[in-house]
């Protein structure tokens, strides 16, 4: 978003480089959170900025899917004595896209959780930055009847990393742009408000409540 805003522009290679995949969401989050607190130098000097506009927009770009998979996380940890779990199937999209968030989105159950679908539509000059967000990737879901790989402490584990290393990214983000608005911070709220909304429409027993 914030390289919209400024017109910056990147190589595509670039690009997919940092969204073609959820699974690196952890591994580039900790290796941004390496290189913020011992690499980079005062965002405050000019001949620095373009370097930290950069990684502005790289962290931007891994905001959703560090937030999606700590939801899909909390999902496997409420799943796992039912001996279920949810895997996230992101599927790259062919041409430039957004994810619209006012749009009523259709809901889909998985076991016994219910998911938004992403919606998505072409960027158009009508589309408010702050209700559509720019997207390479529909999010989908698969539902597997079995035991996850995983351990309950694994899962918690993975949630207490990617919480702290979000809220070092975010602490970077309000300190080194004029808006000060925290987008983790944002996306919380936007999924809370999510689960809420799908907790008023479904009145069978699920994880969601």
């Not at 219910?114 to 989908?140: E, N």
């Not at 408000?193 to 479904?202: A, H, P, R, V």
Request: proline letters at 3%; aromatic letters at 10%; charged letters at 25%.
């Amino acid at each position: 978003l914030v390289a919209l805003q400024r017109s910056l522009v990147f190589k595509e290679i670039e690009r997919d480089e940092f969204e073609k995949s959820w699974i690196r969401s952890v591994e580039e989050a900790q290796r941004f959170r390496n290189y913020l607190c011992k690499e980079l130098r005062s965002y405050r000097k000019n001949i620095e900025w373009q370097s930290v506009q950069e990684i502005q927009f790289q962290i931007n770009s891994i905001i959703r899917p560090i937030l999606e998979a700590i939801r899909n996380i909390l999902r496997n940890i409420l799943l796992f004595n039912m001996n279920s779990y949810i895997k996230l199937k992101p599927v790259k999209v062919t041409e430039e896209s957004v994810i619209c968030y006012p749009y009523e989105r259709q809901r889909q159950q998985f076991g016994q959780c219910w998911i938004l679908l992403d919606h998505l539509h072409p960027l158009s000059k009508q589309c408010s930055l702050d209700q559509h967000s720019p997207v390479a990737y529909r999010l989908g879901y698969e539902y597997v009847n079995d035991r996850i790989n995983e351990s309950l402490v694994d899962l918690n584990q993975q949630r207490t990393v990617l919480c702290k290393i979000s809220a070092e990214l975010a602490c970077f983000l309000t300190a080194s742009q004029l808006n000060q608005e925290d987008p983790f911070l944002s996306g919380l709220i936007r999924m809370i408000t999510e689960e809420n909304m799908i907790c008023q429409k479904e009145n069978q027993n699920h994880i969601n409540q």
